[in-house]
């Protein structure tokens, strides 16, 4: 279950769509993010069918990590046309690496409402940095 929370940052990027995105730990940030570029993409109540895979990722720094992370969820929505809105990620801090469990559906043009195409994650104002709270992520979509 999702705790986390994200926004859309309209007054950041113009042309792409920025994200603020909280999460109470890291596993619950890497979810709220998934959840959050699949909203961006699509309607997900409108996908089509039942899709599950895992998925694990290492990278050099954590921040890279997300990168990598946001950036594997496109890819899988341009090579299968698959938006996973639902995530259960546990991420280890060193070295970084995650491992996730994604729930979604398939792109069905009849019947998926779609949003923006989502077709990459910039290094631009790109942050990942821990807060009282939690963890804190300023991710910008290029769209």
């Given at each position: 279950?999702?705790?986390?929370?994200?926004q859309?940052?309209?007054?950041?990027?113009?042309?792409?769509?920025?994200?603020?995105?909280?999460?109470?730990?890291?596993?619950?940030?890497?979810?709220?993010?998934?959840?959050?570029?699949?909203?961006?993409?699509?309607?997900?109540?409108?996908l089509?069918?039942?899709?599950?895979?895992t998925?694990?990722?290492?990278?050099?720094?954590?921040?890279?990590?997300?990168?990598?992370?946001?950036?594997?969820?496109?890819f899988?929505?341009?090579?299968?046309?698959?938006?996973?809105?639902?995530?259960?990620?546990?991420?280890?801090?060193?070295?970084?690496?995650?491992?996730?469990?994604?729930?979604?559906?398939?792109?069905?043009?009849?019947?998926?409402?779609?949003?923006?195409?989502?077709?990459?994650?910039?290094?631009?104002?790109?942050s990942?940095?821990?807060?009282?709270?939690?963890?804190?992520?300023?991710?910008?979509?290029?769209?």
């Amino acid at each position: 279950m999702i705790v986390g929370t994200w926004q859309v940052l309209e007054a950041i990027a113009i042309a792409d769509c920025a994200l603020q995105i909280d999460g109470r730990d890291l596993g619950d940030l890497f979810a709220t993010a998934a959840h959050a570029l699949a909203d961006v993409m699509v309607d997900p109540r409108t996908l089509a069918g039942h899709a599950e895979r895992t998925i694990r990722l290492e990278a050099s720094a954590l921040d890279l990590l997300l990168y990598d992370w946001l950036s594997e969820l496109i890819f899988l929505k341009d090579s299968e046309q698959l938006i996973f809105p639902r995530a259960e990620v546990s991420v280890r801090v060193t070295p970084p690496a995650l491992d996730a469990r994604i729930i979604g559906g398939r792109i069905d043009r009849a019947h998926t409402v779609l949003r923006a195409d989502a077709k990459a994650v910039t290094l631009h104002q790109f942050s990942l940095e821990p807060r009282a709270a939690g963890w804190y992520a300023r991710v910008i979509i290029d769209i």
